[in-house]
């Protein structure tokens, strides 16, 4: 019960959010329908807290309970997020959670095969489960506590989190939450100044800096000129970015922006741009347009965005392995992206050079594990490894199921690799007419993926204990 009260209280903080997607239905819309379907879940909402709210909170959690309460918080947000698209009639129950889910999580692979016929009400809410879910639902959930508490840190730690910034976790995550508000606005406007519509402006603002990807058009960032394009890059790497850096950054301190995860994003997408832009020239791309497509969809990868400005599905195999090892690496630590996260990726590659340099080196040698200013201890290096093989363990057993219906290796690696790092590009795979296994398989890889793994393996571990 101790972790339960949480994972309910959790879900009130998206009924404002809800109540808001009502009132919208109807003014924009005008259609109530669509406007009972988010009233209905946010009534079901409050009348279920009613039931505990009078329980006395617990005082403390073990770092075992956060867990527990994290994955059971985003598992029930997803189901009760996905009811308005059910409920309105646009998706079946499987295909609503699916999309709920892709959305909570930032992932950005979506049920829904023509988004231009959608009323503005499901596109803005699409919009927001990604922009609520990119900064994470903990973190709104802490951002609006009024008291520090002794659960409050593992409960932070849960979600992924361990940068702090403010004297209090409290306060790091409402800093995160103001920089993040800023740079929607900031960017939004900076679209629409480029020509984007106002209401398109602000859901693609909000989903790029989520590094989510959902887009309110059917050929997402292809719609818009090549010059808002660009731009979108920039976003999408903010996104990608730490809010410590974010927070560096406006106290002026630029140095302490360039972190050893921003300095490898900058070396990574170099690379890969250097090794994709002239195979697709190859293939007869301009050099312009092929500076503009590898960089925006390995940007888009790497960040988990998930965006794109052309039909991947017509990639060589040998494209597709560039974005896929993207988005494998995924993003930098404390950032709205997810998959393994560059700080582990340098670890992984500087250990290869390190161990080496061991073996080398006389038996009385002591060289400690350092990548810049920070020496690593033996336990965090064995951590990332063992994460590392984890998370390519399940990427490996999601994939070999759609090589089981048929798919190839490549496109089989792309889509779930996509899902599990919440990236949201597709080779065509994902679609409401693939089979249900498919939909579960990656409904399980978002989920996985967006909390890191662990979190879900220990409550599933502990439910099938009892």
């Not at 409402?174 to 020509?195: D, M, Q, S």
């Amino acid at each position: 019960m101790r972790a339960w009260y949480f994972v309910l209280k959790l879900t009130t903080y998206i009924t404002p959010f809800m109540i808001f997607e009502s009132a919208y239905a109807l003014i924009a819309d005008k259609n109530v329908i669509i406007s009972l379907s988010f009233l209905f879940p946010a009534i079901w909402i409050l009348f279920i807290w009613t039931l505990v709210m009078n329980e006395k909170p617990p005082e403390k959690l073990t770092l075992r309970e956060s867990f527990k309460i994290a994955a059971g918080g985003w598992l029930l947000m997803s189901f009760i997020g996905g009811i308005p698209y059910f409920l309105s009639g646009y998706l079946s129950p499987l295909d609503a959670w699916f999309e709920s889910m892709s959305g909570f999580t930032a992932t950005g692979l979506t049920m829904f095969t023509d988004v231009e016929s959608l009323p503005r009400s499901i596109l803005l809410w699409r919009s927001l489960t990604e922009w609520i879910g990119g900064v994470g639902v903990i973190a709104l959930f802490l951002s609006v506590m009024y008291r520090t508490s002794r659960v409050v840190q593992n409960l932070y730690f849960a979600e992924g989190r361990s940068d702090k910034t403010e004297p209090t976790i409290i306060g790091t995550v409402r800093k995160i939450w103001l920089i993040y508000v800023f740079y929607t606005f900031f960017f939004a406007f900076i679209f629409f100044l480029l020509g984007a519509p106002i209401f398109d402006s602000i859901n693609i603002a909000m989903t790029a800096l989520a590094t989510g990807g959902f887009a309110v058009t059917n050929n997402s960032i292809a719609a818009y000129s090549p010059w808002l394009a660009f731009a979108m890059i920039f976003a999408m790497a903010f996104g990608g970015i730490s809010f410590v850096s974010h927070i560096n950054l406006f106290k002026g301190r630029i140095r302490d922006f360039f972190t050893i995860e921003v300095k490898a994003m900058l070396v990574i997408v170099s690379i890969f741009i250097l090794m994709m832009a002239p195979h697709l020239m190859l293939k007869g791309v301009d050099f312009w347009s092929a500076l503009l497509q590898s960089s925006f969809h390995i940007v888009s990868a790497l960040t988990g965005t998930g965006f794109d400005i052309s039909d991947l599905s017509t990639l060589s195999d040998y494209d597709k392995t560039i974005l896929t090892i993207s988005m494998i690496f995924g993003g930098a630590y404390g950032s709205t992206a997810s998959a393994l996260k560059l700080i582990r990726v340098v670890v992984l590659f500087y250990g290869i050079f390190w161990y080496i340099k061991v073996r080398l080196a006389p038996r009385s040698a002591i060289i400690p594990f350092k990548i810049g200013k920070k020496v690593f201890e033996p336990a965090e290096v064995r951590d990332v490894s063992i994460y590392t093989t984890t998370y390519l363990f399940f990427l490996l057993v999601g994939a070999t199921v759609f090589m089981l219906y048929g798919h190839s290796l490549a496109d089989s690696l792309f889509e779930v690799a996509s899902a599990e790092g919440n990236v949201g590009l597709s080779v065509g795979i994902t679609s409401p007419l693939m089979p249900w296994v498919e939909k579960v398989v990656l409904i399980l890889e978002m989920w996985f993926g967006r909390l890191e793994i662990f979190p879900v393996l220990l409550m599933l571990a502990d439910f099938f204990k009892k």
